[in-house]
């Protein structure tokens, strides 16, 4: 078959594409630039339930890329139909454009391309009972993929990206979300705005520090909303932030290791927040 012919396949109309060199397929490589995420406020997902999984929470899908010998697998072609439905491009592909799409050797027969979605911060506005966690420029994307997978695990509202963080939208940082980028909302600002949009609302902002003065486990989070506020992985809170917070916090530590990683004093954090919250008996609403 020539390359980009379009052809009726399944449910909906389908481009097959064979060349690296097609400019769709050069788009989406683009893709592992931040540069490109930003222009086009667009973000690669691989893998066949994520894509069913950020249809069915409604994110809008520009494009799905499937390898060719997932021809025929029902859910796939329901997704390439979803895709079509939607205004997006269907594109089969062979599985040397899946590696170099994915970067990998044993790419996923699925890959989707989803708009980039934020919450602007006049929006958040966490009640009582809520849990927002602010990152202050986390720079590992897998500790903020892994974070983000911790507060959806633990039932908590979001995810502040205060100053300059990793891009929650990279190939690295989404796989570490295991699919939690779809369900965890969004938001970002620098440090002042964030110090400003904390000031008007009625919630405590518990920062983590090495030097916190209160043991994390003596303090009762149940009052209100609390904004748990984490500090960057090599400078930890920087002065202005750590003076904002109404508590300051530590989580006590024997042996040498100086600090915690970032992702495990926030999953340390969020289930001692969260603990009332979360049935003893497993998974459930909380
Ligand atoms: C790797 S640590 C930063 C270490 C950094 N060298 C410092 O001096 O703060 C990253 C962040 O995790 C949190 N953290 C790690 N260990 C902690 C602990 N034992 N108590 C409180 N927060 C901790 C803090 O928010 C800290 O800013």
Redesign the pocket.
Known sequence: MSEERGERRGPGRVREVTSLANPLIKDIRALAMKKYRDQTRSFIAEGLKLVVDALDAGWTIRTLVFAKSALGNVAVERAAARTVAAGGTVLEVNEKILAAITRRDNPQMVVGVFEQRFRQLADVRPSAGEVWVALDRVRDPGNLGTIMRTVDAVGASGVMLVGDCTDPFSMETVRATMGSVFSVPLARCDAEAFTRWRAKLDARLV????K?SVD?RTVDYAKGPVILL????????PEPLARACDTL?????AGRA?????AV??GVMLYEIRRHALPLDGRGEA
Not at 230 to 237: R, Y
Not at 249 to 253: D, E, F, L, M, N
């Open positions: 920062g983590t520090h090495l916190g994390y984490m500090g960057n992985e090599q400078q930890g809170l916090v530590r989580i006590p530590q100086d600090s915690l990683n970032l004093a926030t």
